[in-house]
């Protein structure tokens, strides 16, 4: 029998719960049955804090997006300088990556992006991002060529980021920024209008 939670207790529970289970098993390996027996409640308790497992996954998308765009917006503002606000971000990126890897599984993983409405969840993410790091190019280029700028930096942590896991992030999470770090700020560095 569970034990009884307050219903914000619960709902965490079975978010953190489904977390795992999905960057496990995947999405489509993953039932709503699985995730009420892993989290020791019924399938009625699940029901009632979730509609259905697709309500569930996507505000496991949402919510992942929203941490993930919250280190890297904490770790930025403590940056004096334009160069440091890219190494931070860029490292608040792959720390996110190490602490959260179920949470990087699940957002860039296959099941996020085989079904358009988890893809258009994703794109959200990676706009959102995407925009928070446009704010921060501080170069005379109009906005959509920062915007434009910007994207590229967000493919291009997720991209290395997804090498360095696969690679089993064997070097700490700053030295693989601090690589990616160097590139990107190379090529911030000669932007021009």
């Not at 929203?66 to 940056?79: E, G, M």
Request: charge should be negative.
């Amino acid at each position: 029998m569970a034990i009884r939670l307050p219903a914000a207790e619960r709902r965490q529970q079975l978010v953190e719960t489904a977390l795992g289970l999905f960057a496990e098993r995947g999405l489509y390996g993953t039932s709503m049955d699985d995730i009420a027996d892993a989290a020791g409640v019924t399938k009625p308790v699940l029901y009632q804090h979730f509609a259905s497992k697709r309500a569930l996954f996507l505000e496991l998308l949402d919510d992942v997006g929203k941490q993930l765009l919250d280190a890297i917006a904490a770790a930025t503002s403590a940056a004096d300088t334009p160069r440091q606000q890219v190494e931070a971000g860029l490292t608040a990126y792959f720390q996110f990556v190490a602490d959260h890897h179920s949470s990087f599984v699940l957002l860039f993983g296959d099941g996020s992006r085989r079904d358009e409405e988890f893809a258009e969840a994703v794109e959200r993410v990676e706009a959102a991002i995407a925009e928070f790091i446009a704010a921060l190019i501080n170069v005379d280029l109009d906005a959509d060529h920062r915007l434009l700028l910007a994207h590229a930096v967000v493919g291009l942590a997720e991209g290395a980021s997804r090498r360095w896991v696969a690679a089993g992030a064997s070097e700490p999470a700053d030295v693989a920024a601090g690589r990616v770090a160097d590139l990107a700020w190379a090529g911030l560095r000669g932007v021009h209008r």
